[in-house]
T-cell receptor
């Protein structure tokens, strides 16, 4: 998985609680991304980062925030988890924005 | 109408068959076209990457882009059971990090 780790790999949480997912890369790539994958929808971009402290919204950013304080780490926070945020979350990295490499994913269940 | 349409399948073929996977899209500004392979409970892995129109070949895999028809294809020759996976098409505009994915086609190659 191209030097990308995600933690935790599985998480079950309750509605209304905050949740933070972590993506760590060892490739020193400039761009980092967070996607969610749901049946019938494919992968949809939540947020991405183009450098330390530089982030932008993707297609489905409502209810999510991100932070990147170091090149190697990109955090995704669900401010108040809802059942609709039950999904598989993938982190991706790239040096050229069109060639993205994905991590192993985090399965999040919100009950 | 989704920006990227992909037949979800499932598609089942015998070993050795030629497989054709396809996507259509509506955004004429897309210039980068990718195919990803995703095994069950794993992250997507980049298979093929094409810029603009034309063909690209890599071993048993051939990617075709027809921008006039807004149609892309991935061909797999001499398919193997190890090719059994979900195949995702993806595309993006130039200098745009918001890559759009198809929902994926699930392929099974039977020995």
């Amino acid at each position: 998985d191209a030097g990308i780790t995600q933690s935790p790999r599985h998480k079950v949480t309750e509605t209304g609680t905050p949740v933070t997912l972590r993506c760590h890369q060892t490739e020193n790539h400039r761009y980092m991304y967070w996607y969610r994958q749901d049946p019938g929808h494919g992968l949809r971009l939540i947020h991405y980062s183009y450098g330390v402290k530089d982030t932008d919204k993707g297609e489905v950013s409502d209810g999510y925030s991100v932070s990147r304080s170091k090149t190697e780490d990109f955090l995704l926070t669900l401010e108040s988890a809802t059942s609709s945020q039950t999904s598989v979350y993938f982190c991706a990295i790239s040096e050229i924005s069109s060639e993205q490499y994905f991590g192993p994913g985090t399965r999040l269940t919100v009950t | 109408q989704k920006e990227v349409e992909q037949d979800p399948g499932p598609l089942s073929v015998p070993e050795g068959a030629i497989v054709s996977l396809n996507c259509t899209y509506s955004n004429s500004a897309f210039q980068y076209f990718m195919w990803y392979r995703q095994y069950s409970r794993k992250g997507p892995e980049l298979l093929m990457y094409t810029y603009s129109s034309g063909n690209k070949e890599d071993g048993r895999f051939t990617a075709q882009v027809d921008k006039s028809s807004k149609y892309i294809s991935l061909f797999i020759r001499d398919s193997q059971p190890s090719d059994s996976a979900t195949y995702l098409c993806a595309m993006s505009e130039v200098n745009n990090n918001d890559m759009r994915f198809g929902a994926g086609t699930r392929l099974t190659v039977k020995p």
